[in-house]
């Protein structure tokens, strides 16, 4: 500020007037916007009441089964599935995304094949494939050639019901995350390759601490979209009786026909994960962004809330500031 | 003496496009030369090839008396390991046009990154060595900040800090100011001519003709991929010979 006043003075620029006349006009009355919104109220109420007041469905139902040990069972696996198939689909991604942008023909080749394969087949039917694997690989194991010995397993003893739907579910992700994972690594600067290079870098090194961070800023929004997304996919593994969520309320509804009632227990606890990731998804980013601007990141809304509370009880204004200063510097 | 650089009839093609054809030049120990040309003219690409970054196609390049990024045995070259490349890469820093410094690292972090990483220097050696050099560019303060918190000379001296971090006996920068406003150039052709009093064999292409003139032993004028006049400053830009090095000097002076 002194810097301009200044240049001001230097250049003969008058002061500002002290007492400039404010502006206080009267706003313009957007009536439309009143009723378009009233309208969208008006509408919604409609739906929740089509709901709530249905005498098809049984509310009682639906709460008693929230919490049912079926249930929650299957929404254990249903986690379970979706942790290991992402991480297994993280993994794959990152490696088949090198290979993709290696210099290797080969090794650029086959990625490129595995990816058309797991993304040019529905899930739906992988999921059945690795379900019926036992039918053209009926036993695994691992000869030596030329002698009778070698040692091998059933591979349904080692596909079960799970492993397949873990295999498909991961298999299939990896080849979404490869294209994820290329996409980010093609965001970053060539200049950073060549930074990392003169300073005496190895491929690897460079790759893990220099591009791949960087990566993860453009890698991690659509991954959470992803992790979303392969949450719901896991209901598909139901085809063949998983045990998950979906699985489990299938069950229960076949017994006593309260099909409605299930879903949304289902639907509840589905919905409910899928909160929990987003606000994970919402953190994971604030970390990446870092060095991404020369502003303060702003507050969280846990940060939010607790200086809102400050505000609340009174605390004086220079505690609140420095609450404020606490905040930006967490981040 | 053997010279800190010895390029020979350096050639580079990129496709069809002859970018260097047959640059000779040499750089003394402890000696500035600033390149200068015309844009296009294979300036950057030669200081690229210094440190491998490009491979050249014929002619020979030495620093410091070994082949860069082949080795001769017999009367073959054998092209280096990954790994010696990169311990040839390593005694030579390079100061880029962009900077291209680690954005998602801090400043400190930028510094230290290669020294403990590559060299195996223990963090707290690196950081001691990080602070003072970050004294000697005039940002002891900034070791927190993230680059873009920092404006455009400032990071340029933070890049400067950390090609110096590895301790190289050769510094290669590539138009270090011309991404700068136009304030801001000095702040960086300050560090960089103590750096010369302070005896860095340096070879740098730059616009700055000031900068030639007051701290280059030699400057080269490079056109059409070839060296087309070399010398002094006093005899290239004051009492230049050719008719190309004449008509250039009398557009950037």
Avoid at chain 1, 164 to 193: C, F, K
Avoid at chain 1, 243 to 251: D, G, R, V, Y
Avoid at chain 2, 34 to 53: A, E, Q
Avoid at chain 2, 162 to 175: G, Q, T, V
Wanted: net charge positive; proline share 4%; hydrophobic share 45%.
């Amino acid at each position: 500020m002194d810097g301009i006043a200044q240049v001001q003075k230097a250049a003969g620029v008058p002061d500002l007037e002290p007492e400039a006349e404010p502006i206080r006009a009267v706003p313009v009355r957007h009536y439309g916007r009143w009723i378009g919104a009233v309208a969208a109220l008006l509408f919604v109420a409609l739906i929740v009441r089509l709901f709530a007041l249905s005498p098809n469905i049984n509310w009682g139902a639906v709460r008693q089964y929230l919490g049912n040990g079926q249930i929650l069972k299957g929404l254990q696996l249903t986690i379970i599935y979706t942790l290991v198939s992402m991480a297994l689909g993280v993994a794959l991604g990152i490696v088949v995304a090198t290979m993709r942008l290696s210099v290797n023909p080969v090794l650029r080749a086959l990625s490129g094949v595995y990816i058309w394969i797991f993304r040019g087949v529905p899930l739906l039917v992988q999921i059945i494939f690795w379900f019926n694997i036992a039918i053209i690989l009926p036993r695994v194991g691992i000869d030596i050639p030329g002698t009778h010995l070698g040692w091998s397993v059933y591979t349904s003893s080692i596909v079960t019901t799970s492993i397949a739907a873990v295999l498909a579910l991961g298999l299939n992700e990896g080849a979404y995350m490869a294209e994820i994972v290329r996409a980010g690594i093609q965001v970053v600067d060539y200049g950073q390759t060549e930074a990392g290079l003169a300073l005496g870098m190895k491929r690897s090194l460079l790759f893990r601490m220099i591009i791949l961070p960087q990566a993860m800023r453009a890698i991690i929004p659509p991954t959470g979209n992803e992790f979303i997304g392969l949450l719901k996919s896991t209901s598909l593994v139901s085809v063949i009786a998983a045990q998950e969520l979906l699985t489990k309320a299938q069950i229960i509804y076949s017994r006593n026909l309260l099909i409605i009632e299930l879903l949304l227990v289902a639907s509840f606890w589905y919905i409910t994960v899928t909160t929990l990731l987003t606000w994970g998804q919402y953190y994971i980013e604030r970390y990446y962004a870092r060095g991404s601007s020369n502003r303060q990141l702003p507050p969280t809304p846990m940060q939010r809330f607790r200086a809102s509370l400050r505000r609340m009880y009174g605390r004086d204004e220079t505690s609140e500031a420095a609450s404020q200063v606490e905040a930006g510097g967490a981040s | 003496m053997t010279p800190m650089v010895d390029a020979q009839r350096v050639c580079k093609r990129f496709g069809k496009l002859e970018v260097l054809r047959g640059i000779s030049l040499q750089v003394p120990k402890g000696g500035v030369v600033v390149v200068i040309g015309p844009s296009g003219s294979g300036k950057s690409t030669f200081l690229r090839c210094l440190n491998h970054l490009e491979t050249i196609d014929a002619g020979r390049l030495y620093v410091d008396g070994m082949l860069v990024g082949y080795e001769q045995r017999g009367d073959k070259l054998h092209e280096l390991k990954d790994k010696e490349v990169c311990v040839q890469r390593s005694k030579i820093g390079m100061v880029f046009q962009s900077f291209n410094l680690f954005p998602h690292l801090t400043v400190t972090e930028n510094i230290v990154a290669a020294p403990t990483r590559v060299k195996g220097e223990k963090r707290t050696e690196a950081t001691q060595h990080a602070q003072e050099l970050l004294a000697s560019v005039g940002l002891a303060d900034k070791g927190a900040a993230y680059p873009r918190q920092l404006s455009g000379g400032q990071q340029q001296r933070v890049a400067i800090a950390r090609a110096l971090a590895m301790r190289p006996k050769l510094m290669l920068f590539d138009e270090p100011t011309s991404a700068l406003d136009p304030e801001l150039v000095s702040e960086v052709l300050d560090v960089m001519k103590q750096l010369a009093i302070d005896g860095m064999t340096m070879l740098v292409v730059t616009h700055e003709m000031g900068f030639a003139r007051e701290v280059a032993d030699s400057v080269v004028f490079i056109d059409g991929g070839v060296v087309v006049e070399a010398g002094t400053p006093g005899e290239v830009l004051g009492n230049p010979q050719h008719e190309r090095t004449k008509s250039f000097v009398s557009k950037v002076l």
